[in-house]
Structure formats: C-alpha cells, structure tokens
C-alpha cells in the first residue's frame, strides 16, 4: 500500500470539496495524497471521510503533525484511523513514548525534522536522534524528512532503511527529484500541484522528473 512508484504525494491544503475533486482526479496516477488541518479544520474527520472515499488506488496519509501526551496523541490517530487514512504523521521531537502509542493504531511518517528556514534553529540538532530512537518501533513506517535541505534527507538515509517522504518541492525551493536523489522514497507536493493552471498535468510533469531521478543507494 504505502510502496513507491510515481513517488509522489500530492498535498491536498485545500477546501474538502477541491481536495475531493483533485483526489478523484489525480487517483492512481500519484502514489498518495495527503490531507491536513485545511481539510479537518473545515468539515471534520468528515473532511477526511470524504477524501478516503473516492480513493481506490493512492493512499492517503494525514497529517496533522500529532505533538500531545501519548494518550491525547494516540486518540487524535484513532480517529484519523477510523476515518479512513492508511497512515498518520506525527511529530518526532515529543519522544518515542508518543510515536509509540500512536503506531500501535496506525502507519506512522515522523517528522525527523522539517522543510522551513526555522527547523535549522531547533529541529535539526535532534533529527538523527530522534530517527534512532524510533527506527525500532513496528508500526513506524517512515520519516518526513525536507527535501529543502536534502543534507538532512541522507542523513536520515544513513540510519534508517524505512521509507522516507520529502516535502518542500516546487513552493518551497527544492527542485523535483533532489530528495530522491538523496535518498527519499516519495516526494511530498502540494501547491505547485494544487495552484496549477492544470494540477493533472501538473502532476504527471513531477511524476516523469521524479522517474529520471536515480534513487540514492540503499
Ligand atoms: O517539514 C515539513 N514541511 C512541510 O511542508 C513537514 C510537512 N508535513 N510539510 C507539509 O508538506 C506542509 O504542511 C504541506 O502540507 C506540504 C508542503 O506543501 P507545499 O509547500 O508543496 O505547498
């Protein structure tokens, strides 16, 4: 299910009803989609229902960057759970207990560190660390890692053989392909896909920059 392909994840921070459409759309051309607070913060689980319910090939993963106690952390991945996701991101630097508690429901990316200019401040200092105290953990599928500093990427690489899903292409300045590159299994994109002219075609650009892309040696 969560195996790469296109490689492609399209970030769907839009209204649940564009988010459906892009979805319905885009299905089976992209490996994933992936749904967040746009689409909770304005219907809901509903919003993410909806979402899971015209998909039939590409998985969707949540992303609502889970950071509570473990108890409070694993009730918000139940109900991403039961509304359909096929797997959940949760923050990395709230420690093991938490990443625990919510694999135990779901697949779970955790954020080793992130793609903005502030995540060099804090984020990355702890990002190796926080990849080997979870890289043991079942039910830990994978790291977001940023394709905005692929450096980070192959760091992540060097510790882990899990899957690794890079967002920062297109709207943040990394160019498609450069996480593979360095060692990324998919690339997470959301508005260079979703603010297009033609998010379809859009997309199957990325798709066929990321295929030229020589993945990194496992
Ligand atoms: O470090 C991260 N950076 C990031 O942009 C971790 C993330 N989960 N994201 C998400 O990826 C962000 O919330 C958005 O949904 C997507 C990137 O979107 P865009 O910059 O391609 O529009």
Not at 152 to 170: H, N
Request: charged share 30%; net charge negative; glycine share 8%.
């Amino acid at each position: 299910m969560l195996e790469p392909d296109t490689r492609l994840i399209v970030a769907l921070d839009v209204s649940p009803d564009r988010a459906v459409e892009i979805a319905e759309t885009l299905d089976g051309y992209v490996d994933g989609f992936k749904v967040g607070y746009e689409v909770v913060l304005a219907e809901g689980a509903a919003g993410i229902e909806r979402v899971a319910e015209v998909l039939e090939e590409s998985f969707l993963l949540v992303d609502l960057k889970t950071a509570d106690i473990p108890e409070i952390s694993r009730s918000i991945v139940e109900r991403v759970s039961e509304a359909g996701a096929n797997a959940a991101i949760v923050h990395g630097f709230v420690g093991p207990d938490v990443v625990e508690e919510c694999a135990e429901v779901l697949p779970v990316f955790v954020v080793a560190t992130m793609s903005h200019p502030g995540a060099r401040e804090f984020y990355d200092r702890a990002c190796r660390d926080i990849v080997k105290a979870c890289d043991d953990i079942d039910g830990v599928v994978g790291y977001v890692a940023p394709a905005t500093r692929p450096e980070r990427v192959r760091e992540v690489r060097k510790i882990t053989d899990k899957l690794i899903a890079s967002p920062g292409v297109g709207a943040q300045g990394a160019a498609p392909g450069d996480a593979v590159r360095a060692g990324a299994d998919f690339e997470i994109v959301g508005r260079a896909i979703t603010e297009a002219h033609d998010p379809v075609e859009a997309a199957k650009d990325l798709t066929r920059a990321m295929r030229t892309s020589r993945p990194a040696e496992r």
